[in-house]
C-alpha cells in the first residue's frame, strides 16, 4: 500500500524523457529494448518470461514486426516498466493509454484520499506522510508537522518537498544527528528510482538536493550523531534527529499500491516512521497526548 491525499494535481511526464511525447517518434522498439537492457534481461529469457519466442522478440525490438496492445502490456509487466511508461510504450506502438491519470482531487479518489488519510492519521503520534513521483507531499499528520516546527517560511511554501525538506541547510538536515548516512541513504534512493523511472524532473531534484552543502551549526562543524547514554541495537539505518533538545530516533518504511490500475496511484507512497527506541516512543506519545 501507499498513501496520497490532498488537492494535488497529476504528475506531468518531462517531454524530453523516455515516457514523454518524443517517445512516440522512436517506436515501440528501441523503447522496449532499452528497458530489456536496463534491466539486464535476454530476449530469450523475455521470451520464455512472456510466452513468446526470442526471434519475435529481436523482430520487435528491430521494428520487424508490430507488437499486439496485449503483447506491449505483457511485455511491459514482465520488465517491470512504471505504468506511466507502459502508457508510453503503448502509444509508440500506435496504441491508446490503458491506465488513467486521475487527479488526487477528482471525486472518483474520494476513498483513496479518505482511507489513506485515516491511515495516517490513525499512526499518530509517529510521523507518516504520503508522497508523488518527485516527493512532493501530498498528506502529512500531526508528527511530520511537530518534525517540521519551526522551518523556514520559504521551504514551507507549497508544493512541500519531502527531499528539499530534509537536506536543505536549512531544513531538518541541521536537526539530523546522522547527516552524512542519512543523506547518502536518500541519494541513493532517488538513484534506484531514477534508474526505474527515467524521470527527469527526478533526476533535475537529485541533481538540486545532491548539490545542498552541508549545514555548518556555529561550532564550526557539520552535524555528527551522538551516542545515546544507553545504546539500543537497531535493525535498519535510524534516523537520528533533534527536537526541542532531545535526539528521536525513527526506522523508516515506504509502502506502495499493489498491482495499481491508475497512473497517480501507482506513483504514491506512504513513508511511515517507525520509533526505533523506548525513549522516542515516551517523548512523542507525552507530547501528543
Known sequence: MTTAASAAGPVSTSPGSPGGSSAVGKGVGPLLRGWREQRR???????L??????RHISFVETGRSRPSEEMVLRLAEHLDVPVRDRNSLLLAAGYAP????TPLD????DALREGVERLIQGYEPYP????DATYNVVAANRGIALLLDSLPEHLLAPPLNAMRLTLHPEGLAARIRNLREWRGHL???MERDI????SEPLRALYEEVAAYPLPVPEHGSPPQDEESAEPVPHFALPLRIEHD???LSFISSISTFNTPMDVTVAELAIETLLPADPATVKYLQALMS
Open 41 to 47: 534481461v535476454s530476449q530469450l529469457e523475455l521470451a
Open 49 to 54: 518470461r512472456a510466452g513468446s519466442s526470442a
Open 106 to 109: 477528482d471525486p472518483a479518489l
Open 195 to 198: 534508474a526505474l523511472r527515467r
Open 128 to 131: 507518516a506522510l504520503v508522497v
Open 187 to 189: 541519494l541513493h534512493q
Open 98 to 101: 490503458h491506465y488513467p491519470e
Open 245 to 247: 533538545g532531545r535526539v
